[in-house]
C-alpha cells in the first residue's frame, strides 16, 4: 500500500461548527414549525414537576432500601437510613444533577459477607473510612481514573454480583435461611425447592416472591398511567393484603425505631483500624462503591441531555456520603441505576427531585414505621432478585461473544472469580487478565521472512511492536535466517513502530554472532527523526499547521547498523490490527514467491 493510501485510510480531520438545534414540530398554533418562547422554556427547571418526580423516586427507593437492608442481614432501619443520606446529603451535593444515590443491591453480598466477619457494630468505620478515602481521591482529582477499566471487567462484576445475589435471595423468598456462600447457595437450590414444596406457608411466599418478579418485568407494558406506577410499590400493596388474610402466615418485616438503631462507631471499633481485615474491606468498599457510582453516572447521562456529571466532585459527593452514613453506622452509599433512571423519565431537570426523595424517606419512616412492619420478606426478595437479574444481564454474554471472543474471555472470567471467591479478588484477577489480552493484541509484530530468493541474502522483514511478548517468533525468523546458510543477512527494522528491551537485545546478540561467524549482517533500524518529521508533515497536511510530535524513542543503534532515512520507492507499508491474519487472506503488495507471514 502506498503511504498516500496509507494516509486516505486514515481519514482526514476537519472543523466544523456544531449544528444548530431543530425547529420544534408544527403545530396548529404554529404550522411552520418556528421557535417560540415556549420551546425555549422547555428546559427550564418546574417545582411542581420536581415534586412529582420526587415522589416517583421515593416509591421506587422505599422497597430497594428496606430489602438491600435484609439482604446485607442488618436491620431494615439501617438501609433507610441510608437512602435519608443519599438524598440529603449526596443529593444536595454538586457533581451530578439526575442520579440518585443510597443502598445498591450491588453491595449487599459483600456488606453481608462484611458484617458475618467483623459484626454489625464494624460496618461504620468501614463506611467511615471509604468516605474519607472518596473525598481523598476527588480531590486529588482521580474520578476519571475509574473510567479506565475495561468494560469487559465492569460487566462481569455487575454479573459477579447480580448472580450470588438472585440466589442467595431465592432463600428469603420461601421464608429460608440461606447456607452461606454463593457456590453453597447455587449447590442448595434443588434442597430449597423440595422443601418449599413440601411446606404450604413456605409455598405461599414463594408464590409472592414469583409475582413480585413477575410484576417487576412486565409491570411497564401496562396502559396508560398505570405503568407510572413503581412495580415494586404494587408488588408490596399485594404482599401486604395477602400477609393480612386469614390462615397466611408468613414473615414479614421486623422494624425498630429509626434513631435507636444509629450506632456511632466507638473508640473500640475505631481501634479496628489496625486490623488488616477491616483495611483490606475498606479499600474494597471505596473501589466498588466508587466504580459502581460513576459507571452509574456515565449510563445516566446518556439517558438525558442535560448537564453532564463531573466525576470528581461527583466522587467526593459520594465521599461525603458515605462519611456521615459510617458515623451514624449505615449501609454503604452508591448510585442507583433503578433509582437514576425513574428520576429521568419522571421528568426532573435539577437536584431538587433527588434531595426531596430523602426529606420523604425520612417522614415515612419517623411517622408510619408501623406500615413497614406489614411487608413480607418475599416480597422484597423477589424485587433484589429481579436486581439481581439486570445486573447479571445474561444477554451481554452471547453479545460480548460475538463482538470480541477474547473480551468474553474476560468478562466472563471475572464473573466466575467473583462467584467461586470474592468481589474483590474477581475485580483484580479481571483487570489482570484486561491488561494481558491489551497487551498481547499491541504486541501485533508481523514478520516476513525471505530466505529462498536467487540472492545471496536472506532477509527479515519486521513491522509493528516488536516487545517481548512477541520474541519467540522473533527468534524463531533469525534463527530460520541463520540456518539458510546464505553468507549475508539483511534485518529490516524500519516498519517497526517500538522496539522493547527484550527485542533489541536479541536482535543485538544475533547480529553479533552472526558476524563473528563470518556472516554479514545489514541491520535497518528505524530511524526516529525521520518518523517526527513524516508525522508532523502528516499533521499539517491535514489542516493543522502547528502540530508537532515529540521524538519516537529507540535504542542507540549498535556499530554496524543502518539507520533509515525514511521509506524509499520500494518501501513495503505495513499496518498493525487488533486481530488475527487470517493465513488464506490475500497480499497483494507481497511478491508470490516470498515466505509466509509470521504473527
Same mark, same amino acid.
Given at each position: 500500500m502506498s503511504g498516500q493510501h496509507g494516509r486516505h485510510a486514515q481519514g482526514t480531520r476537519t472543523r466544523t461548527r456544531p449544528a444548530a438545534p431543530p425547529p420544534p414540530p408544527p403545530s396548529p398554533n404554529n404550522p411552520a414549525g418556528k421557535p417560540t418562547s415556549t420551546s425555549a422554556r422547555a428546559g427550564r427547571p418546574n417545582l411542581a414537576t420536581e415534586i412529582t418526580a420526587s415522589l416517583v423516586v421515593f416509591l421506587v427507593a422505599l422497597p430497594l432500601c428496606i430489602g438491600v437492608a435484609v439482604a446485607s442481614g442488618v436491620p431494615a432501619e439501617l438501609g433507610i437510613i441510608s437512602g435519608v443520606i443519599g438524598g440529603l446529603v449526596v443529593g444536595a451535593a454538586r457533581g451530578s444533577t439526575l442520579?440518585?444515590?443510597?443502598?445498591?443491591a450491588g453491595l449487599a453480598a459483600l456488606v453481608a459477607e462484611t458484617v458475618g466477619e467483623f459484626g454489625v457494630a464494624s460496618l461504620g468505620v468501614i463506611v467511615l473510612g471509604s468516605g474519607i478515602l472518596q473525598i481523598v481521591l476527588g480531590l486529588v482529582r482521580l474520578g476519571?481514573?475509574?473510567?479506565?477499566?475495561?468494560?469487559?471487567?465492569?460487566?462481569?462484576?455487575?454479573?459477579?454480583?447480580?448472580?450470588?445475589?438472585?440466589?442467595g435471595q431465592l432463600y428469603p423468598m420461601s421464608d429460608s435461611k440461606a447456607p452461606g456462600t454463593p457456590l453453597e447457595n447455587i449447590a442448595g437450590v434443588p434442597g430449597l425447592v423440595a422443601d418449599t414444596l413440601a411446606d404450604r406457608q413456605a409455598m405461599t411466599a414463594a408464590l409472592l416472591g414469583l409475582v413480585t418478579i413477575v410484576l417487576s418485568f412486565l409491570w411497564k407494558k401496562m396502559p396508560g398511567?398505570?405503568?407510572?406506577?413503581?412495580?415494586a410499590l404494587v408488588a408490596v400493596g399485594?404482599?401486604?393484603?395477602?400477609?393480612a388474610m386469614p390462615g397466611v402466615d408468613v414473615k414479614t418485616l421486623q422494624v425498630g425505631n429509626l434513631l435507636a438503631s444509629v450506632d456511632m462507631p466507638g473508640t473500640g471499633q475505631l481501634a479496628g483500624l489496625a486490623d488488616v481485615g477491616?483495611?483490606?474491606?475498606?479499600?474494597? +468498599?471505596?473501589?466498588?462503591?466508587?466504580?459502581?457510582?460513576?459507571?452509574?453516572?456515565?449510563?445516566?447521562? @446518556?439517558?438525558?441531555?442535560?448537564?453532564?456529571? @463531573?466525576?470528581?466532585?461527583?466522587?467526593i459527593a459520594q465521599g461525603a456520603g458515605n462519611t456521615v452514613a459510617g458515623l451514624l453506622g449505615? $449501609?454503604?452509599?452508591?448510585?442507583?441505576v433503578a433509582r437514576s433512571s425513574a428520576n429521568v423519565q419522571a421528568g426532573a431537570k435539577t437536584r431538587i427531585? @433527588?434531595?426531596?426523595?430523602?426529606?420523604?424517606? $425520612?417522614?415515612? *419512616?419517623?411517622?408510619?414505621?408501623?406500615?413497614?412492619?406489614?411487608?413480607?420478606?418475599?416480597? $422484597? *426478595?423477589?424485587?433484589?432478585v429481579h436486581s439481581g437479574w439486570k445486573l447479571f444481564a445474561p444477554a451481554e454474554f452471547p453479545k460480548m461473544w460475538r463482538q470480541d471472543r477474547g473480551e468474553f474471555a474476560v468478562m466472563t472470567l471475572t464473573t466466575l472469580v467473583i462467584v467461586a471467591t470474592a468481589l474483590l479478588e474477581g475485580v483484580l484477577i479481571g483487570l489482570a487478565a484486561g491488561v494481558v489480552l491489551a497487551a498481547l493484541r499491541m504486541s501485533r509484530t508481523v514478520i516476513r521472512q525471505d530466505l529462498d530468493g536467487d540472492d545471496d541474502v536472506a532477509q527479515v522483514v519486521m513491522a509493528g511492536n516488536a516487545t517481548f511478548l512477541r520474541l519467540p517468533q522473533v527468534i524463531e525468523a533469525l534463527e530460520a535466517a541463520a540456518a539458510s546458510g546464505r553468507p549475508g543477512i539483511r534485518l529490516d527494522l524500519t516498519g517497526v513502530t517500538h522496539l522493547d528491551h527484550a527485542c533489541r537485545n536479541q536482535v543485538e546478540e544475533f547480529t553479533a554472532q552472526q558476524r563473528g561467524l563470518g556472516t554479514r549482517v545489514e541491520l535497518l533500524m528505524p530511524d526516529p527523526t525521520a518518523k517526527k518529521a513524516s508525522l508532523d508533515k502528516?499533521? @499539517?497536511?491535514?489542516?493543522?499547521?502547528?502540530?508537532? +510530535?515529540?521524538?519516537?524513542?529507540?535504542p542507540d543503534p549498535i556499530e554496524g547498523t543502518v539507520l533509515s532515512s525514511g521509506p524509499g520507492p520500494d518501501a513495503e507499508w505495513f499496518y498493525l490490527d487488533t486481530q488475527p491474519v487470517p493465513d488464506s487472506y490475500p497480499y497483494p503488495h507481497v511478491h508470490p514467491d516470498r515466505g509466509p507471514l509470521v504473527h
Open positions: 442520579q440518585v444515590s443510597g443502598p445498591a476519571r481514573m475509574f473510567q479506565a477499566i475495561s468494560l469487559a471487567v465492569v460487566q462481569g462484576m455487575l454479573a459477579g454480583i447480580g448472580l450470588p445475589l438472585i440466589f398511567p398505570l405503568k407510572k406506577i413503581p412495580a399485594i404482599g401486604i393484603g395477602v400477609a477491616i483495611l483490606t474491606a475498606i479499600l474494597t +468498599f471505596t473501589v466498588i462503591a466508587s466504580a459502581e457510582s460513576l459507571f452509574t453516572a456515565a449510563a445516566v447521562d @446518556r439517558m438525558h441531555s442535560g448537564p453532564r456529571t @463531573r466525576y470528581n466532585a461527583e466522587l449505615a $449501609l454503604p452509599i452508591t448510585a442507583v427531585s @433527588r434531595t426531596l426523595h430523602g426529606l420523604w424517606l $425520612l417522614a415515612f *419512616a419517623l411517622l408510619l414505621p408501623q406500615v413497614l412492619a406489614l411487608i413480607p420478606i418475599s416480597v $422484597l *426478595a423477589g424485587v433484589l502528516d499533521a @499539517r497536511d491535514q489542516g493543522f499547521p502547528d502540530a508537532t +510530535f515529540p521524538e519516537a524513542t529507540f
